[in-house]
Each structure stands twice: as structure tokens, then as C-alpha cells.
């Protein structure tokens, strides 16, 4: 099975420009999530979902939206980037419900540069 | 506040064995996670304690204890694919994931 895909795999992106990353899994997992990874710092979350059709908001969530309109995919949009969102963002799923522990599968990333 | 430290850099020899140290502080506690991750790929599960204790998984084992706040991640027989950062992330009470850093482990020959 693919697990979790994300597109694009690298993008560069002028500062102001809109721009959704895509986010699918095809494991039928109710939690999903996005984090941004920069050096030298943590994992940071910055939106989740327990269940289609909920959202929630992580560590870090300005400047990002997300939408959850089905089980399988949890696109991430910046609605006007800024150069402080160059990232490397990670999709994430899991098998959790809410009030769960469960592990965390990830999908291999998007990097993001903003100009 | 929540946090995570490990340490950010290590170095081994092939075929020794390395412990990596992890301590938290989180509002909540619902278990430890480690993850590997190779330059450039993503994170992917190691293991995950929730009582104290050591679990083993092959070469790789990892020891909660929750009085202290502290983990850590064994590894035997080191080989060189082994190089990569280990992530130590604990689960907050909300059951959102808290991640340290990471530490890069290099091996040497």
C-alpha cells in the first residue's frame, strides 16, 4: 500500500503567492496532522484532525489553513506565504481515536521555500 | 511550560553500542515515542513506552521512567545504517505529540 503521499515533493514559492500542499493516506486512519520541521528545533504541529470533518489547531497555526472533507485527505493551504514558511512539512495519520495513544505514520515530506 | 531535551549530536563506532538520553517535561503524560529519521526522508517508528520500564525490539531497545521524566534509546551493534537522528517525542494529555530536536547519531567505521 502507498501510506501517506504528499505533493509536491519540493516547491519554491514567491512571498504573497497562495499554495496547498496535498496530503493523502489510503491506511483509512481517523487522526491526521501537519507539522513543519526546521533546523535545530522540534517537530512542530501546526493544524490537526481527529475525525473527517473536524479540525483543530496545533502549536503554530498562523498563517495556515487546513480543511478535512473526507477520511483520506488533509490538504495544508498557505493562503499568502511569508519567507519565515520555508519548511520541510510533514502529513502525519493514525489509527487513533480521540482520548487515544496511537502511533504516528508520516509521509515523506513537502520542502517548501519562500522567496 | 513543555519541553524536550536530548542531546543534538553523538558519535559511535560501528558495532558498539550507543544510549541515547531524552528527558520531558509535558502537561499530561500518555507514553514516549522514539522515531529514526535519515537525511532528507521522514520520521519512522521506533517504539513507544508508557509504563516504566525497558522494552526490547531486536538491536533497539527503550527504557521509560516516569518519576524522573527520562528515556532512553539503546542501540547494539551498531551499523552504519544506523547513522540518522532519533527523535524522542512524549504524549501531552491531549495526546498531541511534544518533540525534542533530535539527535544526530554518526557512526564511524
Known amino acids: 500500500t502507498a501510506g501517506i503521499t504528499q505533493a509536491p515533493t519540493s516547491q519554491i514559492l514567491a512571498a504573497g503567492r497562495s499554495m496547498t500542499l496535498r496530503c493523502t493516506q489510503d491506511?483509512?486512519?481517523?487522526?491526521m496532522y501537519w507539522y513543519r520541521q526546521d533546523l535545530g528545533l522540534g517537530l512542530r504541529l501546526i493544524h490537526y484532525s481527529n475525525t473527517a470533518g473536524t479540525t483543530g489547531k496545533g502549536e503554530v497555526p498562523d498563517g495556515y489553513s487546513v480543511s478535512r472533507a473526507n477520511t483520506d485527505d488533509f490538504p495544508l493551504t498557505l493562503a499568502s506565504a511569508v519567507p519565515s514558511q520555508t519548511s520541510v512539512y510533514f502529513c502525519?495519520?493514525?489509527?487513533?481515536?480521540?482520548?487515544?495513544?496511537?502511533?504516528?505514520?508520516f509521509g515523506p515530506g513537502t520542502r517548501l521555500t519562500v522567496l | 511550560g513543555q519541553n524536550i531535551d536530548q542531546p543534538t549530536e553523538m558519535t559511535a563506532t560501528e558495532g558498539a553500542i550507543v544510549q541515547i538520553n531524552c528527558t520531558y517535561q509535558t502537561s499530561g503524560f500518555n507514553g514516549l515515542f522514539w522515531y529514526q529519521q535519515h537525511a532528507g526522508e521522514a520520521p519512522t517508528f521506533l517504539s513507544y513506552?508508557?509504563l516504566d520500564g525497558l522494552e526490547e525490539k531486536g538491536r533497539f531497545s527503550s527504557f521509560l521512567s516516569r518519576s524522573k521524566g527520562y528515556s532512553y534509546l539503546l542501540l547494539k551493534e551498531l551499523q552504519m545504517k544506523d547513522s540518522a537522528s532519533y527523535l524522542c517525542?512524549?504524549?501531552?494529555?491531549?495526546?498531541?505529540?511534544?518533540w525534542g530536536a533530535g539527535t544526530k547519531l554518526i557512526i564511524k567505521p
Open positions: 502525519a495519520s493514525s489509527d487513533s481515536n480521540q482520548g487515544e495513544a496511537d502511533t504516528q505514520y
Open positions: 491506511m483509512r486512519h481517523n487522526a
Open positions: 513506552n508508557v
Open positions: 517525542a512524549s504524549m501531552d494529555s491531549n495526546y498531541q505529540l511534544i
